[in-house]
T-cell receptor, first 112, second 111 residues
Framework: GENVEQHPSTLSVQEGDSAVIKCTYS??????FPWYKQELGKRPQLIIDIRSNVGEKKDQRIAVTLNKTAKHFSLHITETQPEDSAVYFCAASRRNTDKLIFGTGTRLQVFP | EPEVTQTPSHQVTQMGQEVILRCVPI?????FYWYRQILGQKVEFLVS????????KSEIFDDQFSVERPDGSNFTLKIRSTKLEDSAMYFC?????????FGPGTRLLVL
């Protein structure tokens, strides 16, 4: 069935360092890949997304890369700040069903 | 900026009771969803809704669950006879183009 795997489950970095979170999806028909940030007790907030016709997308300190052949996509956060600390979820969907299949989440801690 | 809203923020109920969770999607959105998140776990899809009918539902969304759009603004999730394992955070979402916007969630605790 449809599945999204996410690694690592926890990630600790020093402020200013980079953080990379990786996801692998199983459904080759997936064509939309959003990333959500969830702070404790709050709603998931979209931070960046990428569509299958694009290999990379960047928004200030955040970038996402997509390798459709390998069915991998990754989130890159540069110059991390303590306020980046949260749980990050990757997700995948395909246009004709549009439900989001979420990864298991990565708890990112940025230490000052 | 418009946001999806949900009420109540917390709901405590006894096993076997019915609960109704309410959502107000963003006004010009046409696609609506319910997801749930058991504490410490990932977000799981329950159901999608478009044009006043269910588009897709997951295995979790059994006969105890139902959704309704009773008027032009509200979107509800009803659980007819709650079970202990229904305890979770329930998120409503609405979609514009491909982006889904989540509400703040309702934390449901079944005792």
């Amino acid at each position: 069935g449809e599945n999204v795997e996410q690694h690592p489950s926890t990630l600790s970095v020093q402020e200013g360092d980079s953080a990379v979170i990786k996801c692998t999806y199983s459904d080759s028909a997936s064509n939309y890949f959003p990333w959500y940030k969830q702070e404790l007790g709050k709603r998931p907030q979209l931070i960046i997304d990428i569509r299958s016709n694009v290999g990379e997308k960047k928004d200030q300190r955040i970038a996402v890369t997509l390798n459709k052949t390998a069915k991998h996509f990754s989130l890159h956060i540069t110059e991390t700040q303590p306020e980046d600390s949260a749980v990050y979820f990757c997700a995948a969907s395909r246009r004709n069903t549009d439900k989001l299949i979420f990864g298991t989440g990565t708890r990112l801690q940025v230490f000052p | 900026e418009p946001e999806v809203t949900q009420t109540p923020s917390h709901q405590v109920t006894q096993m076997g009771q019915e609960v109704i969770l309410r959502c107000v999607p963003i006004s010009n959105h046409l696609y609506f969803y319910w997801y749930r998140q058991i504490l410490g776990q990932k977000v799981e899809f329950l159901v999608s809704f478009y044009n006043n009918e269910i588009s897709e539902k997951s295995e979790i969304f059994d006969d105890q669950f139902s959704v309704e759009r009773p008027d032009g603004s509200n979107f509800t999730l009803k659980i007819r006879s709650t079970k202990l394992e229904d305890s979770a955070m329930y998120f409503c979402a609405s979609r514009y183009q491909e982006t889904q916007y989540f509400g703040p969630g309702t934390r449901l605790l079944v005792l």
